[in-house]
């Protein structure tokens, strides 16, 4: 085919042809361009013909029919994004033939910039399973009705709401970061729905009262020996400082020593943004009590240090659970409601509902965008704390003491009588 050749260049005094084909042509617009093919010369011309089908569409002001535009979607980025300089296909087409794996990687270190490393390998590793399952390879690829039949097949495999929520936040993640990056119009899977959690709740919650939580503290301290690397104060100190301001593990093993305003007016610790879920800086008040127990432990200490310096990642449940039956206390209770390590986060906003503070209090405790959240899950009552509380509004009994006195005039019944119907 004419304008298809390998051209010659000459370095250091020597000409040499290049290894790739190459061909030279002019767009609709009339304007030169050269296009770097591949090494095959017959993989080379049907390129070139292909090329050259593109801009007649181009000149005639169609769009190209279905083979061409299979055809665009398999070539290499490389020459996808010379087509595009040479203004014979858009944008958009240009990024819809993108290979999901190098966005993939690209995705990741947009949310590592973000500063979180954990989330940044764990969405694009979910996301890339469900696209590679369903069979996505490029950009253009990626539709609705394949990933919302593969959420449904793993929900019918036993996988929990929860777990696949997770899978549906990263393809809709993805997805909007391709939107955002400009290589889609508009992200496909915006729309899909998340699964509800309430209808198949596999690790409900619930949250140790005063009395128990003391016990268990207690029961902590006196302990002797190392459980993951902790011993009982410090497993003591922990799990007061996690009950009273409602930080995550993530977030507590994050802490350092200078973190921790102790000297303030009113003492707090300081979240940094990068360690919140919510990804914006908190500070949460410390209370004298635990600011006392603070103070005690980290005499002497950098600040710079680590505030739970022996704390492990990863192993906040196994510890409580070893600590929990030491006091007496049940993991599992025969509600069902489970009592790891996270359910120390919902003690202060279940004491703050039992005891009238408002709830907008316990979401800004908590870090909550939404109020429903906190009260959903985070604020528990028991059937005591339900009896308590109804006990505080007046009485709605009536005045007569024996409702099933018979001494009281039976009232007279003034209603007419009903008409006979004939």
């Avoid at 020459?79 to 087409?93: P, Q, T, V």
């Avoid at 929520?165 to 915006?190: Q, T």
């Avoid at 929990?324 to 202060?348: I, K």
């Avoid at 939404?370 to 005591?384: E, N, R, S």
């Amino acid at each position: 085919m004419k304008g298809v050749r390998k051209r010659r260049r000459t370095v250091g005094g020597k000409t040499r042809a290049d290894k790739k084909y190459s061909y030279d042509t002019r767009n609709h617009r009339g304007t030169t361009c050269m296009f770097t093919l591949c090494t095959d010369k017959a993989a080379s011309v049907t390129m070139a013909r292909n090329i050259a089908r593109l801009i007649d569409y181009r000149r005639a002001g169609e769009m190209p029919d279905a083979a061409l535009s299979k055809w665009l979607e398999q070539i290499p980025d490389q020459l996808r994004e010379k087509l595009h300089k040479c203004d014979l296909i858009s944008a958009a087409r240009t990024a819809a033939g993108r290979d999901l794996e190098k966005m993939s990687e690209e995705y990741r270190l947009a949310l590592e910039a973000k500063g979180s490393r954990r989330h940044a390998v764990e969405s694009p590793r979910r996301a890339m399973r469900v696209f590679k399952e369903c069979g996505f390879k490029r950009l253009s690829d990626v539709e609705y009705a394949p990933v919302a039949k593969w959420t449904d097949a793993r929900i019918r495999e036993g996988l929990s709401p929860s777990g696949v929520n997770g899978y549906i936040r990263a393809v809709k993640g993805f997805g909007s970061y391709a939107k955002k990056m400009d290589y889609l119009g508009a992200n496909p899977l915006e729309h899909l729905p998340l699964r509800s959690v309430e209808a198949d709740l596999r690790h409900p919650r619930g949250a140790l009262d005063e009395v128990q939580l003391r016990l268990l503290l207690d029961t902590t301290r006196s302990q002797d020996g190392k459980v993951n690397g902790m011993t009982g104060p410090e497993r003591t100190l922990l799990y007061w400082t996690a009950a009273e301001t409602s930080l995550r593990w993530g977030g507590l093993y994050s802490l350092t020593v200078g973190q921790f305003h102790m000297g303030e007016a009113i003492p707090f610790v300081r979240l940094f943004a990068r360690h919140d879920k919510g990804k914006k800086q908190r500070d949460v008040a410390l209370r004298p009590e635990l600011v006392a127990a603070l103070q005690e432990a980290f005499t002497g200490r950098d600040a710079a240090e680590r505030a739970f310096p022996s704390m492990w990642i990863g192993h906040g449940a196994r510890m409580l659970r070893h600590d929990l039956a030491a006091a007496g206390l049940p993991y599992q209770d025969a509600n069902g409601l489970f009592y790891d390590f996270h359910s120390l986060r919902s003690v202060a906003p279940t004491l703050m509902a039992r005891n009238g503070v408002p709830l907008q209090a316990a979401q800004h405790h908590l870090g909550h965008h939404d109020p429903k959240l906190t009260a959903k899950f985070y604020t528990k009552h028991t059937l005591q704390s339900q009896a308590t509380q109804l006990g505080k509004i007046p009485s709605l009994a009536p005045r007569t003491e024996n409702l099933l006195s018979t001494t009281s005039a039976t009232p007279t019944d003034t209603s007419p009588e009903p008409e006979d119907v004939q």
